[in-house]
């Protein structure tokens, strides 16, 4: 059975600081590509940053700079580390695993930016 668990989410002032985990299981996590991505009240559901098999990065424009995404196969687990945060970043975050023929999506983790 595949699970992709989040957790690390909170409430946070504005400019501080949180470090998102996703542990996976039930699929060969070395294999996929991992993402984070993140959906807003009343918006689309956005990507945030990728990881590619080969640890490759990619980042949405948004958040180039402040966060980081590493993956760490050993433990099969993906981080999102969140620096400098805005009020704009308040969301669900949600991790993704993807390869060609394959998506699947944890259940999500609430990030609240506010003072």
């Known amino acids: 059975q595949v699970q992709l668990v989040e957790s690390g989410g ?3 002032q504005p400019g501080g600081s949180l470090k998102l985990s996703c542990v996976a299981s039930g699929f060969t996590f070395s ?11 009343g918006k689309e559901r956005e990507l ?8 490759s990065t990619y980042y949405t424009d948004s958040v180039k700079g402040r966060f980081t995404i590493s993956r760490d196969n050993a433990k099969n687990t993906v981080y999102l580390q969140m620096n ?4 704009e970043d308040t ?3 949600y991790c993704n695993a993807a390869d060609d023929r394959r998506i699947y999506w944890g259940q999500g983790t609430q990030v609240t930016v506010s003072s």
């Open 10 to 12: 909170g409430l946070v």
């Open 31 to 41: 294999s996929y590509t991992m993402g984070w991505y993140r959906q807003a009240p």
């Open 48 to 55: 945030v940053a990728i990881a590619s098999q080969s640890g």
């Open 84 to 87: 400098t945060l805005k009020p």
């Open 91 to 93: 969301a669900v975050y």
